[in-house]
Nanobody
Framework: QVQLVESGGDSVQAGGSLRLSCAASGSSHSNYCMGWFRQAPGKEREGVATIYTVADTTYYADSVRGRFTISQDKAKKVVYLQMNSLKPEDTAMYYC???????????????????WGQGTQVTVSS
């Protein structure tokens, strides 16, 4: 069983930056895809970025590519989401998720994630 705890959400002005963190625990192996997802009020949850922990392969949604960066600290078992040039439409609850026994071929999908954190709120004002 994997436990995920997000942190770093805050309220910022448009154009600002935030870094979200996701601390993972409870796993006996290190083969995962880790993903960041978000859900705004009244909207469906959408995938934002993924990383394959074994190869450091990453993938981004079109809406954030070039502004957000996903990375990991393998030793600490922490995944980060650096968010720059934030826009009001980035306002959402951000969730960290894990997909066990992943592979490079799965990093471009936002499906199959079976462990989820509680979320951290990001609010961007204009």
């Amino acid at each position: 069983q994997v436990q995920l705890v997000e942190s770093g959400g805050d309220s910022v002005q448009a154009g600002g930056s935030l870094r979200l963190s996701c601390a993972a625990s409870g796993s006996s192996h290190s083969n995962y895809c880790m993903g960041w997802f978000r859900q705004a009020p009244g909207k469906e949850r959408e995938g934002v970025a993924t990383i394959y922990t074994v190869a450091d392969t990453t993938y981004y949604a079109d809406s954030v590519r070039g502004r957000f960066t996903i990375s990991q600290d393998k030793a600490k078992k922490v995944v980060y989401l650096q968010m720059n040039s934030l826009k009001p439409e980035d306002t959402a609850m951000y969730y960290c998720a894990a997909r066990a026994w992943c592979a490079n071929s799965f990093v471009r999908t936002f499906s199959g994630y079976n462990y989820w954190g509680q979320g951290t709120q990001v609010t961007v004002s204009s």
